[in-house]
């Protein structure tokens, strides 16, 4: 038997009114929408432009300077979350290690 099958058969056999169905079905919606997401030439512009302009803010920082400023720090956490948010769809619509398209 295959595993597809096997999958469809312990699927077809969840009933549909516990919890566990629908923590199934949501993660499947919210996976898609993720992969959706992901797919869109928007994202793709928009993660660019993350890069190239943390680029450009790491080349004017001064690495002999070891003082920041609120304003740095506020740009990086910026940066950090942005590049975190875009790990997390990725993971979520893609998968993580198993399979033929997963992030790594």
Known sequence: MRIGS???ESVKKLDINSCNYFNLNFFRLFSYICRCIITSWFFEA???LVIVANS???ALD???DDTTTPTSELVDSIF???YTI???TKIIGLGFIIG???YL
Request: glycine residues 0%; without cysteine.
């Open 46 to 48: 928009v993660a660019l």
């Open 86 to 88: 875009e790990m997390a």
């Open 56 to 58: 450009i803010v790491l």
């Open 100 to 102: 033929k398209n997963t």
């Open 80 to 82: 950090l979350y942005l």
């Open 62 to 64: 001064n690495p002999t």
């Open 6 to 8: 096997l999958y469809y």
